[in-house]
Nanobody, 124 residues
Framework: QVELVESGGDSVQPGDSLRLSCAQS????????MGWFRQAPGKERDFVAA????????YYANSVKGRFTISRDYAKNTISLQMNSLKPEDTAIYYC?????????????????WGQGTQVTVSS
């Protein structure tokens, strides 16, 4: 059974950086498209970034492109999200997601496994 555990959420100031990590247990990440969604208070859950199981291609929401970088470590069976130049509008709960051989990268219903979420707060 697959389980996802996120870490790295924190409260930071605008312009700071954070690195989120997500460890998958139960199955190797090699066959999984993995990524991150986020949900701000009173808003819908939105796609942030993902990395494809087929060729490690990466995908980003326009709002984070150029500031966030997703990567994965097969040896540790983890993915990470490096977040730079953080803005107050990045404040949200960030969820790690995992989908077995999924290709519709930006659709939340493609991912059958979700972590519990980690809070990121950006405020001065």
């Amino acid at each position: 059974q697959v389980e996802l555990v996120e870490s790295g959420g924190d409260s930071v100031q605008p312009g700071d950086s954070l690195r989120l990590s997500c460890a998958q247990s139960g199955r190797t990440i090699r066959d999984y498209t993995m990524g991150w969604f986020r949900q701000a208070p009173g808003k819908e859950r939105d796609f942030v970034a993902a990395i494809s199981w087929t060729n490690s291609a990466t995908y980003y929401a326009n709002s984070v492109k150029g500031r966030f970088t997703i990567s994965r470590d097969y040896a540790k069976n983890t993915i990470s999200l490096q977040m730079n130049s953080l803005k107050p509008e990045d404040t949200a709960i960030y969820y790690c997601v995992s989908g077995f051989r999924r290709n519709n990268i930006r659709a939340s219903n493609e991912y059958e496994h979700w972590g519990q979420g980690t809070q990121v707060t950006v405020s001065s």
